[in-house]
């Protein structure tokens, strides 16, 4: 796998996942109030959806660039199928 121009971006913002991932559990285990852990849930949700972001530009940038310049269309149509169930999974 080639380096990802990203990678460093893309760890910051899951280590900050993974300390608000943590803050919500105490939450729950403090008993707070619903929609306070379901505002910290929501920003979560946003959060993960800034990586996602952050790892398709990567695919794009590497894989498919890769897969365009070697000429190969059987190489080029599996980066395609790739980058399109990667959109429509992101969406959801």
Known sequence: MQERRNKAAIQKRLA???GQIRGI???VE???YCVDV???TAAVRSALK???RLLIEDHADHCME???LSGHP???RTKFREMVALLERARQ
């Open 66 to 68: 890769a897969a365009i």
């Open 25 to 27: 559990s105490r939450m």
């Open 74 to 76: 059987d190489e080029q």
């Open 30 to 32: 403090a008993d707070r």
């Open 50 to 52: 800034a990586v996602e």
């Open 16 to 18: 900050r996942l993974e």
């Open 38 to 40: 379901l505002a910290q």
